[in-house]
């Protein structure tokens, strides 16, 4: 009986394997990104990080038009071209500039703004399309 486990398990590592490698490599929608850097006013305030990052997951959650989500802190940046002085980043993207443009007026963004409006001091926004190859 164990024997048989073993070999079953031993057969579908490599189903597993190439199924998780499918899902990456589909992860990324590249059609239509929304990449925003947040600074905090009080950026080592640990209630405001928290606050923050508990809305904008929320937002994550909640939005009905979002594909990929992604958030992130800077690093220490060790070479003088990267600028490590924003408190957050967001990387979302979207099927098309249409569902990013009703992403900008649904419930769930406004809430997201409105529950973090106070904590911020600036936010620079970039979107993009992706070029086809």
Not at 99 to 124: D, G, N
Request: aromatic residues 12%; neutral net charge; charged residues 25%.
């Amino acid at each position: 009986m164990r024997t048989k486990l073993c070999l079953y398990l031993i057969l579908l590592m490599p189903v597993a394997i190439l199924a998780q490698d499918l899902k990456d490599e589909r992860a990324f929608d590249p059609t239509y990104t929304h990449v925003v850097y947040f600074w905090l006013k009080n950026p080592e305030n640990v209630q405001d990080r928290k606050v923050f990052d508990v809305a904008l997951r929320n937002l994550f959650k909640d939005s009905r038009y979002t594909q990929t989500n992604f958030l992130g802190a800077p690093p220490k940046a060790t070479r003088e071209v990267v600028d490590d002085s924003f408190t957050f980043a967001m990387i979302v993207t979207f099927e098309s500039a249409e569902a990013q443009k009703a992403y900008q007026t649904e419930a769930a963004h406004l809430k997201f703004i409105e529950q973090t409006k106070h904590l911020l001091e600036r936010f620079v926004v970039y979107d993009a399309q992706g070029l086809k190859p």
